[in-house]
T-cell receptor, first 115, second 116 residues
Framework: AQKITQTQPGMFVQEKEAVTLDCTYD???????LFWYKQPSSGEMIFLIY??????QNATEGRYSLNFQKARKSANLVISASQLGDSAMYFC????????????FGAGTTVTVRA | DTEVTQTPKHLVMGMTNKKSLKCEQH?????MYWYKQKAKKPPELMFV???????INESVPSRFSPECPNSSLLNLHLHALQPEDSALYLC???????????????FGQGTRLTVV
């Protein structure tokens, strides 16, 4: 069964605008961690932001923020003030105890920022 | 230094060749990982090393053979590969494996492997 679902295969966003990338997850574990990674065409997976299941505040890191809705099991990434360098593939991932703490990835969303 | 370095960046090999991929980190991390990623797909876990011992093998064919000579190095030895093994091979490291949901993984830039 799919543990992480990213329903948007690709998105276009205008430079300087905000974009929201959707991520829903499935777990019966009480303790889990949610991660977002960025992968430019160069291939490197770059860690962006982390949200723990017990964290009451939404995580923020610079222009990245995470809209965490635990009851809905969603962890959407918001990128504010998009830049051309934000064009990349974005992966949502989850780590849970039930799964040996392995990192499970969603299918990814390709973001293209237009000038 | 939050870098994971992988060499080579690109590799083309024949189906009868033997080659090795290398990965190095100097962050003091005790867990290291190999992932395989096909184009436009998410990474798939292959192996996990924890404290230099193989802790997880995701039923990877024996033509892929991992090795962890020390806490900073991780190798992936390749032999008799098939064209469908062509992919981006990513190495990652984290402070620990098997404990804690908040453990962030740091990834290298990957090796783009083409099997001809």
């Amino acid at each position: 069964a799919q543990k992480i679902t990213q329903t948007q295969p690709g998105m276009f966003v205008q430079e300087k605008e905000a974009v929201t990338l959707d991520c829903t997850y499935d777990t019966s574990d009480q303790s889990y961690g949610l991660f977002w990674y960025k992968q430019p065409s160069s291939g490197e997976m770059i860690f962006l932001i982390y949200q723990g299941s017990y964290d009451e505040q939404n995580a923020t890191e610079g222009r990245y923020s995470l809209n965490f809705q635990k009851a809905r099991k969603s962890a959407n990434l918001v990128i504010s003030a998009s830049q051309l360098g934000d064009s990349a593939m974005y992966f949502c991932a989850m780590r849970e105890a039930f799964n040996d703490y392995k990192l499970s990835f969603g299918a990814g969303t390709t973001v293209t920022v237009r000038a | 230094d939050t870098e994971v370095t992988q060499t080579p960046k690109h590799l083309v090999m024949g189906m009868t060749n033997k080659k090795s991929l290398k990965c190095e980190q100097h962050m003091g991390h005790r867990a290291m990982y190999w992932y395989k990623q096909k184009a436009k797909k998410p990474p798939e876990l292959m192996f996990v090393y924890s404290y230099e011992k193989l802790s997880i093998n995701e039923s990877v064919p024996s033509r892929f053979s991992p090795e962890c000579p020390n806490s900073s190095l991780l190798n992936l030895h390749l032999h008799a590969l098939q064209p469908e093994d062509s992919a981006l091979y990513l190495c990652a490291s984290s402070q620990r494996a098997g404990t804690g949901v908040s453990t962030e993984a740091f990834f290298g830039q990957g090796t783009r492997l083409t099997v001809v």
